[in-house]
């Protein structure tokens, strides 16, 4: 994966979505042993090809604004009578 994110410009290894990417890799491999020999290149080429697919997008801008919770009381307080 790390691979493929530095045969991309400009993309960094956690910029590419792991479960798409190892599952699309872990499926290739195991193909890798009926694959000839002579054509074992060309299937890390496509490997290497299909990395801009797993790509991930930018992650949008997270806002997270402090505020002051009202702390419990300890004391039971009573319901408020109703004349």
Known sequence: MCQMAYDQNKVMPYQIGFK???LFLIGQLQLLPAVAPGRILEV?????DM???FTLPER????YPRAVKRRPSRYATRPSKTC
Do not use: P, T
């Not at 890390?44 to 290497?48: A, F, K, Q």
């Not at 949008?60 to 806002?63: E, I, L, N």
């Open 20 to 22: 798409q990417a190892s």
């Open 60 to 63: 949008r801008a997270r806002s």
């Open 51 to 53: 990395a801009e697919s």
């Open 44 to 48: 890390m080429n496509y490997i290497l």
